[in-house]
């Protein structure tokens, strides 16, 4: 799957012209941009050429607006129209307008389409499977994008960018984003959890989180639970295991009942209100999962945390 990932988007950067005029359709981001689509007033760049085009720069070798719109006049001409001017000015302008809230609805469409086209055997057991991440950008220093997104205390005033962080969650099976979360990070309450925490709503019950040590933690782990939907994410470094504890399944294998220890912060009212309706204790699996690498690695075996608690002979594949 990741050398075939890595030959289609090869495909797309040999490609001559729009490449994703033929995967994503006008109609799709025209139904993202809504009442959006009504501020453009060119004839040329329209939402969905906008789009097209920024696309096809964001995968181009050098990513200059120059080979973007060099790909859209060769499109045109493709498409039997009359060729654009080479200038770079109007596509800018274009692509400046594009609405952030409606390329977040585009991406969440998108994704959307593509799982409900994955056929059942992709599932987990017939379960939806989303991992969860999180990173970081950064964006030029104007003073609306300081505004927005400022710089963390660390740097010096001046001498930083503007920083944002963004939690993404992706499909197992498709491999195409469902949902994505823009924040701060800067700033209480703009960890990865926290933005997590704002799309817990998008996800069903029934589903399986797959994610980092990150989002470990109990308090994450019973919201999760409380919805019907099960994690499987690897234990934090600092949390100790005793495999003589609990309920043994089988060799480095054990179910769990945690108490309620995790600090919240003293400010975080609504994360105390949703705390008093969890209960104290919370029943975990977990399991040390070893794998022979093709490849020498550091640590070729990872204790892990889940709420799947069958027997480890019917949890796996």
């Known amino acids: 799957m990741f050398h075939s990932f890595r030959a289609a988007v090869a495909q797309a950067r040999r490609h001559g012209d729009l490449y994703f005029a033929a995967l994503v359709d006008q109609q799709s981001i025209s139904a993202a941009f809504g009442e959006a689509s009504s501020l453009w007033q060119g004839w040329i760049y329209s939402p969905a050429v906008t789009v097209w085009v920024f696309l096809s720069q964001c995968l181009s070798p050098d990513h200059s607006c120059r080979e973007a719109v060099a790909r859209l006049v060769a499109w045109r001409t493709a498409q039997g129209l009359a060729p654009c001017s080479a200038d770079t000015g109007a596509y800018c302008t274009a692509r400046d307008a594009l609405p952030e809230a409606a390329c977040q609805e585009l991406v969440r ?20 499977v989303c991992i969860v991440d999180g990173s970081t950008i950064t964006m030029p220093d104007t003073t609306e994008n300081q505004a927005e997104y400022p710089q963390p205390n660390t740097q010096a005033p001046g001498c930083g960018l503007p920083i944002a962080r963004v939690l993404v969650v992706f499909s197992l099976a498709v491999g195409a984003v469902l949902e994505a979360a823009i924040g701060q990070y800067k700033g209480k309450q703009t960890g990865e959890n926290s933005l997590f925490r704002t799309l817990h709503h998008t996800l069903s019950e029934g589903d399986v989180v797959l994610a980092d040590r990150c989002y470990s933690g109990w308090f994450d782990a019973a919201l999760l639970a409380q919805r019907g939907i099960d994690i499987v994410v690897r234990k934090h470094q600092l949390r100790p295991s005793d495999f003589r504890t609990g309920v043994r399944l089988g060799k480095d294998d054990h179910l769990v009942r945690l108490a309620d220890t995790q600090q919240l912060p003293s400010r975080a009212g609504f994360l105390h209100a949703a705390r008093r309706r969890l209960p104290n204790t919370h029943r ?34």
């Open 109 to 128: 469409r998108s994704g959307r389409d593509l799982e409900g086209q994955a056929p059942n055997g992709w599932l987990w057991r017939g379960r939806r």
């Open 284 to 317: 975990l699996r977990r399991l040390t999962y070893r794998w022979q690498p093709p490849q020498p690695v550091r640590t070729p075996a990872h204790q892990t945390t889940t709420q799947i608690t069958r027997p480890l002979a019917d949890a796996t594949p």
